[in-house]
Structures are given as structure tokens and as C-alpha cells.
């Protein structure tokens, strides 16, 4: 018992040291960056808000990409979380199909769609909207489904015995009980959205990412530092909201 | 009246029912008794065709619903009422519309999906709630509810379903003896005012003679024998 121990935990080290290569660990290049990194940081204060309605009309595009995206999301999932739960779907040929597409929708992030829909739609926060939402789509389908498939069987088996619809029954018997935890997963995969959707802007797709990274290029630290400060106050004021209202449901 | 004929059902391997027979008339209260395991529960689904019985026929109102699927099947589940043990109560919708439960298949989906009850449904079920006592307790929230009252709603629930035949799973086995008898003799009430054709699983002998006019005892997988019950109980 020991020795398997022994090995197990000599595989464990090995595994590390070979993931720790494969990416490029390396800690003397951290001490000497670390520096010049205080360096910058430094540099950085006072943090600039010259532009400060500009950082504001930033901030809003990104919380406005990550309501809609999380929205359109939520209702894309709608439908795909009753085909992908296993008690409530009407047939097994829909549920491995819905199941791959969720899986396929939540396997590709957010960042990867808007890289490809800036493509399609233009620079802008509308690819950003599109990516948001189709990742969305793919994860609260997913909890949603788990949700459902977890929901108590016994009101909708009592339900069912009156031959009515399967929408009938699925409003009635189970969305009263489960609707605080599914609005909870939505309220958080908004709150989670918000805080991607700050690096939207890198692959172009607007909000306030798009300035952090126009700042980054020009070396304009001050101004970093001002466009941070924006982004942590909106993710806090928004986590602190969400959370109150999570917490109300529940 | 339904009518059980050799009923069997095997599951994980057990013979749970080898040959179960039972008849219930209109107006008449079956209690079935047997130990835990027994497989009393399990005639109760098999009689609503909630599981499939290996063998067997079942006949409600003498039509024979053993191989009945789809649209049918439904159609005559709709004629059995069936109360559970633990209640199956939307725990977050009130009374009166987990009342209203029992006629989703009459409601249109807009108004399910909106809650925006029909006014004939309302009355059926506000009357359905009023028979079992529970008239002023219509807007409360099923699961602030105690534990007598959810089965009251449970059972008006099966009345606004219309069913005419009552499958009832130990009514009483999670509540106190007063309650306990409250129920059952609303339970023997509804038997004899509106001729449901009821059968009732207990545990206790007293609850037995309190509510059945017949007793059938499940063991081993068959329905053996029945038990006696005092005079005036209409022993079968």
C-alpha cells in the first residue's frame, strides 16, 4: 500500500514537471520582471481620469454586452435545456443532439466566438453581444438541465397523471420550484460575463477591454490604471447586486 | 370500479407481485395491509400504469387498460386519482393552485403558462379545497402547509381531477393519530358521498377498521387473504 502511494504521488511530480515545461515556467524571468513591473506600476500614479466619460461610455458598452449576451443566452437556453434534460426531454433522439450542441456551445469561450463574429458582423461590441450570448447559450443550458433533471419527480409525476402536455407540465410542476435556482444560474452567468466581457475588447469587439488594450499599446500607464480602477468598480457594484438578488430568490 | 387480475411485476430481480388480484366497487374503501416491501406501492403504479405489470389485467370501469399507450392511456390515467405518501405537492405554488393541478389537462397552455386560471377551474377547485376543510388556507404556500393539510390538498387535488377511482399511498403513515383519523374518515366520507372506488394502503390495524370495508393482506406477492373487520364495516 505504501509503495503504491509512493508511486503515485512520483507519477503526480512527474506529471507537474512536465506540464510546468510544456508552459514555460520560469522564475528567474519572474524576478527579474517583477521590477519593471513595479516600475510601471509606479509610473501609473495618479491614474488618469482626463477621459473619464469616454472610460464611462467604455464601461457601459461592456455591461450592455454582457446584459444582452447573457439575455439572448438565457433564451436560447430555454428550449435547449428541456431537450437536454433527461426527465422532461420529449425523446431520446433530441437528447444527445441537444446535449452536443450545448456541449459545443459552452466548450468554445465567449472570446473565440467574438474573434470569429468580428469577422462576420464587424469591430464592435455587436460581435462581442453574439460571442457572449452563444457561450451563454451552452453553459445555463447545461445548469439549467442539471436543474431539471435534479427537480423532485414527484409533483410532475402527480401532474402527469391528469394527460396533460408536456409544456403544461413542465410550467406547472416544475419551473415554480427550480425558477429560484434557475434565475440564480442566469444572475451569475451574468456576473461572470460582466467580468469576460472586460476582455472582449482585445480581439476587437469594443467596451472597455478596447481601451485597456489601446492604453497597454501605448504604454500610457496612468491611464491603465484609471481604466482598472472603472473595471473593478463595475464588477463589484454589479457582483454586489446580483449576489442581493441571488440571495433573495433562494 | 377497477378490476386487478394476477397482477405480477418483477424488479432488480425480485418477484415483488407474483399474482395479485383485487376488485374495488364504487363506493367501497379496499385498505391493503402488508409489511414494508411488500410491494403494496407497486400494485398501487401498476394499477395506474406508472409501471408496466409483467402479467395480468387491469380494467377500469370495464375497460380493459392493461396494453393501453399513448393518447388512451392518458385519457383513462385521468379517472385515477392517485394521493401519494409524500403529498407531490408543488412546494412554491399555493394551495388552490396546486388544487389546480388536477386539471391541467382542461386549461388551456396560455393560461397554464401565465397561471391566469379559468374561472370554472377556480370554482371546481375552491370547492375541491372546501370538501377536504381547507377553504381559508386557498393562498397559502404548499409548503407552509403542515403535514395533514398538504394531504387534504394532495386529495382535493384528485377531486378537481375528476378521477372516480382513488389509489391512496399510506395516507397517514408520517402523521399524528388525530390528524391521522381526520383523514381517513374524510377519506371513508368521499367513498360513500360520491362513490369513489377507493383502495387505501395502511399500516395499522386500528386505521384498517376505521376506514376500509375491506382488508386485503399483500404478502409474498399475492393478495391472500382478508382480514376480518368489525361488524357494521361491510366486510367483503
Not at chain 1, 521590477?35 to 473619464?52: N, Y
Not at chain 1, 431537450?83 to 465567449?110: E, K, Q, T
Not at chain 2, 375552491?126 to 381547507?134: C, N, P, T, W, Y
Not at chain 2, 397517514?172 to 360520491?194: C, F, G, K, N, Y
Request: aromatic share 6%; glycine share 8%.
Amino acid at each position: 500500500m505504501r509503495t503504491r502511494t509512493l508511486l503515485l504521488w512520483l507519477l503526480a511530480a512527474l506529471l507537474y514537471l512536465g506540464l510546468a515545461r510544456i508552459a514555460e515556467l520560469d522564475l528567474h524571468r519572474l524576478l527579474v520582471g517583477l521590477p519593471k513591473m513595479g516600475g510601471w506600476v509606479l509610473r501609473a500614479w495618479p491614474p488618469d481620469f482626463s477621459e473619464f466619460p469616454q472610460l464611462l461610455r467604455r464601461a457601459g458598452e461592456t455591461i450592455a454586452m454582457a446584459t444582452l449576451g447573457s439575455t439572448f443566452g438565457a433564451i436560447l437556453a430555454a428550449p435547449l435545456c428541456i431537450f437536454a434534460a433527461r426527465n422532461v426531454s420529449p425523446d431520446g433522439w433530441i437528447y444527445w443532439p441537444a446535449r452536443s450542441l450545448l456541449n459545443l456551445l459552452r466548450g468554445i469561450d465567449s472570446f473565440v466566438f467574438a474573434l470569429l463574429f468580428v469577422v462576420a458582423v464587424g469591430l464592435g461590441p455587436f460581435a462581442g453581444v453574439i460571442g457572449v450570448a452563444l457561450h451563454s447559450a451552452g453553459t445555463i443550458a447545461k445548469l439549467w438541465s442539471e436543474t431539471i433533471e435534479t427537480s423532485e419527480p414527484g409533483p410532475l409525476e402527480a401532474a402527469a397523471m391528469t394527460a396533460a402536455s408536456r409544456i403544461k407540465l413542465i410550467s406547472f410542476a416544475i419551473l415554480p420550484d427550480a425558477l429560484p435556482s434557475l434565475a440564480s444560474i442566469a444572475l451569475y452567468t451574468w456576473e461572470f460575463n460582466l467580468r469576460s466581457s472586460t476582455v472582449l475588447g482585445l480581439v476587437g469587439a469594443g467596451g472597455i477591454g478596447q481601451e485597456l488594450k489601446n492604453a497597454v499599446d501605448l504604454l500610457d500607464f496612468p491611464r491603465v490604471a484609471a481604466i482598472l480602477l472603472v473595471i473593478l468598480t463595475m464588477v463589484t457594484i454589479i457582483d454586489q447586486l446580483s449576489a442581493r438578488v441571488r440571495r433573495s430568490l433562494l | 370500479m377497477i378490476v386487478a387480475r394476477n397482477i405480477a411485476k418483477t424488479l432488480s430481480g425480485r418477484a415483488v407481485l407474483r399474482a395479485a388480484s383485487v376488485t374495488v366497487k364504487a363506493g367501497e374503501v379496499v385498505a391493503l395491509v402488508g409489511p414494508s416491501g411488500s410491494g403494496k406501492t407497486t400494485l398501487l403504479r401498476c394499477l395506474a400504469r406508472l409501471l408496466e405489470p409483467d402479467a395480468g389485467t387491469i380494467e377500469l370501469h370495464g375497460l380493459d387498460v392493461t396494453h393501453l399507450a399513448g393518447r388512451k392511456l392518458y385519457r383513462a390515467r385521468r379517472d385515477i386519482g392517485l394521493v401519494y405518501q409524500q403529498f407531490n405537492l408543488v412546494r412554491r405554488l399555493s394551495a388552490l393552485d396546486n388544487v389546480l393541478g388536477g386539471r391541467l389537462n382542461e386549461i388551456p397552455t396560455w393560461r397554464v403558462l401565465t397561471r391566469n386560471w379559468p374561472a370554472n377551474d377556480v370554482a371546481i377547485a375552491q370547492a375541491a379545497l372546501a370538501r377536504v376543510g381547507l377553504a381559508t388556507h386557498a393562498a397559502q404556500r404548499a409548503d407552509r402547509l403542515s403535514g395533514g393539510q398538504q394531504q387534504r390538498v394532495a386529495i382535493a387535488r384528485a377531486l378537481a381531477q375528476g378521477s372516480r377511482v382513488l389509489l391512496i399511498d399510506e395516507p397517514v403513515s408520517s402523521l399524528d393519530p388525530e390528524t391521522a383519523a381526520s383523514i381517513l374518515r374524510l377519506i371513508r366520507e368521499l367513498a360513500s358521498e360520491r362513490g369513489f372506488a377507493v383502495l387505501v394502503t395502511l399500516h395499522r390495524p386500528e386505521d384498517v377498521v376505521r376506514v376500509a370495508d375491506r382488508a386485503l393482506r399483500l404478502q409474498d406477492g399475492v393478495l391472500r387473504d382478508r382480514l376480518p373487520l368489525p361488524a357494521g364495516r361491510g366486510l367483503g
